[in-house]
């Protein structure tokens, strides 16, 4: 039984990228239905979110700009509106706080003991390490948009390809790496409400399946007691190691990304864990350090960071 989850996005927190909520709205809904969204601190320089916000129907809260303590009353808005929600819709059983302020631990304490599950997703640079610690499970903004195949918006033609790389996500984001039949087709049509197995001229969603598992390998149909599961390949080859030789243009793609989407300083650990996520296999000593942070010393000679310490001492590289 998927989950039914409220979702409520600081929009300062996030950036106000459409880019980056699109990938807010995807690692919720591989998890289960959004039955209410709302955006906290609108103005008209968010106008690109608006196809965004229509198509999921997400309620707006905008930004009045009266006052030094606006964003604090967004803030309060924000934990009313997840207490009313909590105590009067018995439909919702997960919330998502797209923020990393700790003025929010309350919050996520009193949900917790209502029996809620709490995703927390925010940017590394500001993520308060009291509340990733307080929700049931937290996510970096910058993991969530690294991922390699995003769900395109709705309205375009979907291929093969795409819904291959569709059920690579869904099996990337299960535990084990292995899904129903069953399962993987209501978290797609989730993900894109039009999906239809006959409009890419399939008669059943088992030859679907079959065919995109037999032309792109990513991963295997299994029947097992009447039920056919799908099982994640694993990836791999004698090309998905890091050198000393290509290591640079290797990290370079990743930066590249987090600063198309809008993000300027990221914790090591996420970088780290973005190059992990490409190469499985990578260590420092593959490429000639000890540590991490002699790799950064690397990159910073080559102008494509800066490694900072933000004002609790915690390190931060920003993205040259």
Known sequence: ???????????????????????????????????????????????????????????????????????????????????????????IDSFCIVSGDSDYVPLVGKLKSMGKFVLGISRSEVASGVFMNACSEFQFLESVAAKKKRVQETGETLTLQEVNDLIVTILRDSESGD????????????????????????????????????????????????NMKLSLNQAGGAGDQLTRDNFIPAFRKILDVYKSEGFDRVNPSVLKAAVLEVYPDFSERQIGHRRFSDVLRDLEREKLLKVETDDGGNMLVRIE
């Not at 978290?187 to 409400?193: A, G, K, M, S």
């Not at 409009?199 to 065919?211: P, W």
């Open 179 to 226: 899904v129903l039949a069953a399962e993987a087709k209501n978290t797609l049509l989730r993900l894109r409400p039009e999906f239809s197995e006959k409009s890419l001229g399939f008669s059943t969603f088992g030859k679907l399946i079959a065919e995109l598992s037999s032309r792109f390998g990513a991963f295997t149909v299994i029947s097992e007691q009447h």
């Open 1 to 91: 039984m998927s989950a039914h989850f409220a979702l409520f996005a600081d929009l300062e927190n996030c950036g106000g990228k459409k880019n980056v909520l699109l990938d807010v709205i995807e690692r919720v809904k591989l998890r289960g239905d959004i039955l209410i969204g709302k955006v906290y601190g609108y103005t008209d320089s968010f106008s690109d979110l608006k196809e965004v916000l229509l198509s999921n129907t997400f309620a707006v809260v905008p930004s009045l700009r009266y006052g030094h303590s606006q964003k604090n009353s967004m803030d309060i808005q924000l934990v009313i509106d997840a207490l009313d929600v909590a105590f009067t819709n018995p439909l």
